[in-house]
C-alpha cells in the first residue's frame, strides 16, 4: 500500500506521505470500514474439554463503519458494554480490530507539511490519567521530548507554559504536583498534554463524565474553543446525551456493538428514527421539564457475549415484531440517518 | 409550603459539623437547617465538597471521627437524635431511618445470598418470625420489580446485574419500614435506562408507602424528575431551597441560576455554555460574608461581609441580592 492511507490492520504500517493535493470536499480524516472487535472470553481449553462447553466470543463491536470529517465532532453514544470505548482504543491503536479496517487519511497542516493525523487521547479519570510523582511541567514536556518536537530544554518550557495558558492554566503551575489541583483542573493538564504532541485528532472517552456540571460547562467550552483554534477532530465518546448533543456534528447511538442510528447530531436528535433512540431521549432526566410523568424502558442490556437472536433490541422494543426476532436488520441508508430497524 | 403544615418528620437546624485537623478545626458543614415532610422527597444538590452527602451522614448518624457535630440539632418525628448513644443510634438506624448508597456492589455482602441478608435485617428489627421474614423478604423483592423473585431469593450479589442490586439495596433499605430513606446518589452508578427505572421505583415506593426520601445528588437531572423540594448547596451550606419546579424554573440564587446554566439542553444546541468561572473554596479558604461572593457577578462590598441568612419558608435564597424576590407561599 503506497497511498495516502495509514492503515492500522499492518503490524509495521508506517505512514508513507505521498504529496497529493486533498480535494477541496474531500476532508475526510478517519475512515473506519467494517470494522469488528471480538474477544476470545473461552474458559481455558482443558476445561473447556472436560466440561464440554463451545467456545465463548464476546462481540465488542460488530461490522461498525464511519467516516469522521477534519475539524467536526463525531460522538458515539452508548450505555456501558455496548463497545464504545472499545471502538475508541481500536481508533487510537490500542486494540486491533479482528476484521474490517481503520484508516487515516493524511491531512495539509497549517504549517505546510502533510502526513497522517497525530492521534492522542483523553481520558475519562483524571485523578488516574496524571502521574501523580510527576511535576505538571514534565507531564506536559513528555510528549514534547520525546518526540523531540523542540530542539532544547528552552523550547521545551517556552511550550510547556504556552499549553499551560492555552487550557487556562498559569505558566507557574509547571512546578506543582497534581495533587493540589482539582478535578476540573486536572482534566485542563490531560488537555494540555494531548495538544503538546501538536495532535489533529483528539479521543475523548467521557472526558467530563467524572466532573461537576459547573466544572463540565468549562471543560465543554474550552474543548469547543480550541476545536476553533487549532482545527481538532475530536471522537467524542459518551453516555451523557446533553453533552453530546451540545458537543457533536455527527452521531452514532450504540448498542451491543452495533450502530443502531448514526448521522448529522441536529437530525437524530430531533427526529430520531430507531426506537433506542426515541426511548433514550425520553428516559435521559430533563431539568427543564422537571417531574413529567415518563415511562422508564423496562429490561436490561443483555450480555454481548449471547445476544438475542434478530434485532439485538428486540427484547426491550415495544414495536418488536416476529421478524425483529429472526432477522437482523442492517444498517439502511434514509435520508443524511442510517438506521438499523426494520420499521424505520 | 409544605414543611409548615404539619409536624416535619425530619428536621435539622442550624447543623454544623467541624473536622478537626492538625491546622486547627475545619467548618465542613455551616448552619445548615432544613425540614422534610412525612412522605415527601427532598433533593440535595451541590458539587463535591458541598457538604451535601456529609448531611446525610449526619442525618443517620454515621458522621466519623475527626468529624463532629459542633452545633444545631436534628429531630426525627419530635425526637432528638444528633445526641442519642451509640446503641440508641444503632437500633432507630434500619428501623426508622433507611439508607441507600450508591455503590450497590459494596453495599451488598458478596459472601451472603440476598434472601438472607434481607432476612437478617428483617429479623434484627421486626419481631416476626424466621419463616415470615422470608416471607416479607420474597416479597420486598417482588415489589422492587426483580423478575422470578421466588428463585433469585437464593442467589448471590455478584449474579445480579447493577440495576437489580441497586433494586435488592432499594428492598433491604425498606426492609423495616422506615419513615425516612436516605439516598446518597443512588443512580449515578447506573446508566441512563436503568436511572429511569430506579427513579420511578424509588418515588412510586415513596408514595405508597409514605416514606420521605433524602435524596442526595450532583445530578440536577434526576433531582429535577424525582424530587418534590430541593436544596442547593454550597460550600457547606445551603444557599436556596424550595419546590423542585420554581427552583428549576425561577432560580433567585445566582449560584442555582449559573447551575442550571451551565447543564447543556437536549433540546436546542447553543454555541457556548453559560459557566461559573473559578471553583469552589476549600474548606480553610471560605471566604468572610457570603462564601460564593467571588464567583458571583453581583457581589457587592456588602457580600463580601455579612453572611446571608436563609429564611426558612418555601422558596427562600441566602443571597443579598436575589435575583427575583422568591415567591413566599
Wanted: net charge neutral; hydrophobic share 40%; proline share 7%.
Amino acid at each position: 500500500m503506497r497511498d495516502n492511507v495509514t492503515t492500522l490492520t499492518q503490524d509495521q504500517a508506517m505512514p508513507q506521505p505521498v504529496m497529493i493535493e486533498t480535494a477541496p470536499g474531500d476532508d475526510i480524516i478517519l475512515d473506519v470500514a467494517a470494522a469488528c472487535c471480538r474477544f476470545d472470553v473461552s474458559a481455558p481449553a482443558l476445561s473447556r474439554l472436560f466440561s464440554h462447553e463451545p467456545r465463548r466470543i464476546l462481540r465488542a463491536v460488530e461490522n461498525v463503519s464511519f467516516t469522521v470529517k477534519r475539524g467536526t465532532t463525531f460522538s458515539i453514544v452508548g450505555e456501558s458494554g455496548c463497545g464504545k470505548s472499545t471502538l475508541a482504543r481500536m481508533v487510537v491503536g490500542l486494540q486491533r480490530p479482528t476484521e474490517g479496517k481503520l484508516s487515516f487519511r493524511d491531512i495539509r497542516r497549517a504549517d505546510g507539511t502533510i502526513g497522517p493525523p497525530r492521534v492522542q487521547m483523553i481520558f475519562q479519570d483524571p485523578y488516574a490519567s496524571l502521574n501523580p510523582r510527576w511535576r505538571v511541567g514534565d507531564i506536559i514536556a513528555e510528549p514534547i521530548r520525546e518526540l523531540k518536537l523542540r530542539s532544547d530544554e528552552a523550547a521545551v518550557q517556552q511550550r510547556v507554559g504556552d499549553l499551560l495558558e492555552t487550557v487556562g492554566l498559569s505558566r507557574t503551575d509547571a512546578s506543582r504536583y497534581p495533587h493540589a489541583f482539582s478535578g476540573g483542573q486536572r482534566q485542563r493538564i490531560s488537555i494540555a498534554r494531548a495538544l503538546a504532541t501538536e495532535a489533529d485528532f483528539l479521543v475523548c472517552d467521557e472526558p467530563t463524565s467524572a466532573l461537576d456540571v459547573s466544572v463540565q460547562a468549562q471543560i465543554l467550552n474550552l474543548m469547543v474553543r480550541l476545536q476553533k483554534e487549532f482545527g481538532l477532530t475530536y471522537l467524542f465518546i459518551s453516555h451523557n446525551l446533553s453533552v453530546v448533543r451540545h458537543m457533536s456534528d455527527d452521531l452514532a447511538i450504540m448498542y451491543l456493538g452495533r450502530f443502531v442510528e448514526a448521522g448529522p447530531a441536529e437530525q437524530v436528535f430531533t427526529q430520531p428514527q430507531h426506537p433506542y433512540t426515541r426511548l433514550l431521549l425520553d428516559t435521559i432526566p430533563d431539568v427543564e421539564r422537571p417531574n413529567r410523568a415518563r415511562r422508564p424502558m423496562s429490561g436490561e442490556v443483555p450480555s454481548p457475549i449471547n445476544p438475542p437472536a434478530g434485532c439485538t433490541f428486540n427484547p426491550r422494543c415495544a414495536q418488536a415484531a416476529d421478524r425483529c426476532r429472526v432477522e437482523r436488520p442492517e444498517l439502511r441508508q434514509l435520508g443524511d440517518v442510517r438506521v438499523s430497524c426494520h420499521f424505520a | 409550603m409544605t414543611a409548615s403544615a404539619a409536624q416535619p418528620l425530619l428536621s435539622v437546624r442550624d447543623l454544623r459539623i467541624v473536622f478537626d485537623g492538625r491546622h486547627g478545626p475545619l467548618t465542613a458543614l455551616d448552619g445548615v437547617s432544613f425540614d422534610i415532610a412525612p412522605g415527601e422527597i427532598l433533593g440535595m444538590v451541590g458539587e463535591s465538597g458541598a457538604g451535601k452527602s456529609l448531611t446525610g451522614t449526619a442525618v443517620i448518624g454515621l458522621l466519623e471521627p475527626p468529624g463532629r457535630i459542633a452545633g444545631g440539632e436534628i429531630h426525627l418525628a419530635g425526637q432528638r437524635i444528633d445526641n442519642l448513644p451509640a446503641e440508641q443510634m444503632r437500633r432507630l438506624r434500619g428501623r426508622r431511618i433507611g439508607a441507600i448508597f450508591q455503590d450497590p456492589l459494596t453495599s451488598l455482602h458478596p459472601l451472603l445470598k440476598v434472601g438472607d441478608q434481607l432476612v437478617e435485617t428483617i429479623l434484627t428489627h421486626l419481631p416476626v418470625s424466621r419463616a415470615e421474614a422470608r416471607k416479607r423478604a420474597l416479597d420486598l423483592l417482588k415489589e422492587v420489580g426483580i423478575p422470578a423473585a421466588e428463585t433469585r431469593i437464593d442467589h448471590f450479589p455478584h449474579q445480579f446485574s447493577g440495576g437489580m442490586r441497586q433494586r435488592v439495596v432499594i428492598a433491604l433499605a425498606l426492609c423495616a419500614e422506615p419513615s425516612l430513606i436516605i439516598a446518597d446518589e443512588p443512580t449515578t452508578a447506573l446508566d441512563v435506562s436503568i436511572q429511569a427505572q430506579i427513579t420511578t421505583l424509588l418515588k412510586r415506593l415513596c408514595r405508597e408507602h409514605g416514606t420521605a426520601i433524602m435524596l442526595v445528588t450532583h445530578d440536577m437531572g434526576v433531582i429535577a424528575e424525582t424530587a418534590d423540594r430541593v436544596a442547593v448547596m454550597y460550600a457547606g451550606r445551603i444557599v436556596e431551597i424550595g419546590p423542585v419546579e420554581e427552583v428549576t424554573r425561577r432560580p433567585s440564587h445566582p449560584y442555582t441560576a449559573g447551575l442550571m446554566a451551565s447543564i447543556p439542553s437536549v433540546h436546542v444546541r447553543h454555541e457556548h455554555l453559560n459557566q461559573i468561572d473559578g471553583a469552589m473554596p476549600r474548606l480553610n479558604a471560605i471566604p468572610p460574608g457570603c462564601a460564593f461572593n467571588p464567583r458571583c457577578g453581583r457581589a457587592e462590598a456588602f457580600c463580601r461581609e455579612n453572611k446571608p441568612g436563609l429564611p426558612l419558608s418555601g422558596h427562600a435564597a441566602a443571597c443579598h441580592f436575589p435575583l427575583k424576590e422568591a415567591a413566599h407561599a
